[in-house]
């Protein structure tokens, strides 16, 4: 992200909190916490900060854009969702819903908490093996199981319910049928009125060779996809990306920002798996290194919402990431 920004003409200064060895290099290192709002407000106005871009979930849902719509701090433009847009990933329920509601294709769902235990249990014996089971709130990516057998299923459902396996975040388990297919993401940059399709990515979530063990947060990823052409693109466009745009203008939803979109092709067709609202790693090292137009440029035309009267220019070369991880990940 900061590597992305700094390339602008409009950037007069960058800082970013809190930053890592990387971002030193090239930036301002900051010690703020993520979601300190009034630390990060008082930063802000001492250095006539006039954006903030946000990159983990967690101020998000917590609310930040809605923090700066103050007298005060309504000059800052924020990048991200309304604290109700980022319901779309605090919630897979909320985001299972939504798609509901605005005819977005997904798996077939249903949610369980721990007094629903039972009917949990016995909604997995009516699905047929793996068993898709995803903590309904925020877990780091991590939070997802994928299961082979039906008895552990239900052990894993009892684990997350009862036993706090992800902690507040599998208080309610989203349980689904399971999507036979081949994963990608798309990433769209919209002011909540009109959007632009970022370049496409494929991250290998798996920690073992071959798409083997334990789901992680990302051991790599690749863009463009080699598999994805102009006709999976377009039905992707018209029945993924559009809906949910309009669904934000139908629901009043304020957002302004990134919607990555995590999609399953079954038999070349696109199906959400999720939404995030924020870019993600790895996929964002493959994607934002593929914009060569003023990524700034873009973000600041937001304030104005003059999206639309942006040019998106997209390298046609590939990018690819591979992460380096702790023996033992993700456990």
Same mark, same amino acid.
């Not at 060895?21 to 916490?33: K, M, R, S, Y």
């Not at 990134?258 to 964002?284: A, C, H, K, Q, S």
């Given at each position: 992200?900061?590597?992305?920004?700094?390339?602008?003409?409009?950037?007069?200064?960058?800082?970013?909190?809190?930053?890592?060895?990387?971002?030193?290099?090239?930036?301002?290192?900051?010690?703020?916490?993520?979601?300190?709002?009034?630390?990060?407000?008082?930063?802000?106005?001492?250095?006539?900060?006039?954006?903030?871009?946000?990159?983990?979930?967690?101020?998000?849902?917590?609310?930040?854009?809605?923090?700066?719509?103050?007298?005060?701090?309504?000059?800052?433009?924020?990048?991200?969702?309304?604290?109700?847009?980022?319901?779309?990933?605090?919630?897979?329920?909320?985001?299972? /819903?939504? &798609?509901?509601?605005?005819?977005?294709?997904? #798996? @077939?769902?249903?949610?369980?908490?721990? +007094?629903?235990? !039972?009917? *949990?249990?016995?909604?997995?014996?009516?699905?047929?093996?793996?068993?898709?089971?995803?903590?309904?709130?925020?877990?780091?990516?991590?939070?997802?199981?994928?299961?082979?057998?039906?008895?552990?299923?239900?052990?894993?459902? /009892?684990? &997350?319910?009862?036993?706090?396996?992800?902690? #507040? @975040?599998?208080?309610?388990?989203?349980? +689904?049928?399971? !999507?036979? *297919?081949?994963?990608?993401?798309?990433?769209?940059?919209?002011?909540?009125?009109?959007?632009?399709?970022?370049?496409?990515?494929?991250?290998?979530?798996?920690?073992?060779?071959?798409?083997?063990?334990?789901?992680?947060?990302?051991?790599?990823?690749?863009?463009?996809?080699?598999?994805?052409?102009?006709?999976?693109?377009?039905?992707? +466009?018209?029945?993924?990306?559009?809906?949910?745009?309009?669904?934000?203008?139908?629901?009043?939803?304020?957002?302004?920002?990134?919607?990555?979109?995590?999609?399953?092709?079954?038999?070349?067709?696109?199906?959400?798996?999720?939404?995030?609202?924020?870019?993600?790693?790895?996929?964002?090292?493959?994607?934002?290194?593929?914009?060569?137009?003023?990524?700034?440029?873009?973000?600041?035309?937001?304030?104005?919402?003059?999206?639309?009267?942006?040019?998106?220019?997209?390298?046609?070369?590939?990018?690819?990431?591979?992460?380096?991880?702790?023996?033992?990940?993700?456990?």
């Amino acid at each position: 992200f900061a590597y992305s920004v700094i390339k602008s003409t409009l950037l007069t200064k960058l800082f970013v909190a809190p930053g890592n060895a990387g971002t030193h290099e090239i930036a301002t290192n900051v010690d703020l916490g993520i979601t300190d709002f009034p630390a990060i407000k008082i930063f802000v106005l001492e250095n006539n900060i006039s954006m903030v871009i946000v990159g983990p979930e967690a101020p998000l849902v917590e609310g930040i854009y809605d923090y700066f719509q103050t007298e005060e701090l309504k000059h800052v433009n924020v990048i991200g969702p309304s604290k109700q847009g980022a319901v779309l990933e605090g919630s897979k329920e909320f985001a299972k /819903e939504f &798609m509901k509601r605005n005819k977005v294709p997904t #798996a @077939a769902y249903k949610s369980f908490t721990k +007094e629903t235990l !039972l009917e *949990g249990m016995a909604f997995i014996d009516s699905l047929k093996p793996p068993y898709v089971l995803k903590a309904d709130g925020l877990a780091g990516g991590k939070g997802v199981l994928i299961i082979e057998h039906a008895d552990e299923a239900k052990d894993s459902l /009892e684990e &997350m319910l009862i036993g706090g396996k992800f902690g #507040a @975040a599998s208080n309610k388990v989203v349980i +689904e049928e399971f !999507l036979d *297919g081949i994963e990608m993401s798309v990433f769209v940059l919209t002011d909540g009125k009109s959007y632009k399709i970022m370049p496409n990515a494929k991250d290998y979530k798996r920690i073992g060779e071959g798409d083997t063990g334990l789901n992680t947060g990302g051991m790599g990823a690749v863009s463009p996809v080699p598999f994805v052409d102009d006709v999976l693109m377009q039905k992707i +466009e018209d029945r993924i990306i559009k809906p949910t745009i309009e669904g934000f203008a139908k629901e009043n939803i304020i957002y302004k920002g990134f919607v990555f979109i995590g999609l399953m092709i079954v038999n070349g067709d696109p199906e959400v798996i999720e939404y995030n609202v924020r870019m993600g790693d790895p996929e964002t090292e493959v994607v934002l290194p593929r914009i060569s137009s003023d990524f700034l440029a873009h973000l600041h035309a937001f304030a104005k919402a003059e999206l639309h009267k942006e040019t998106l220019s997209i390298d046609p070369r590939s990018a690819t990431t591979v992460m380096c991880v702790a023996g033992g990940y993700p456990e």
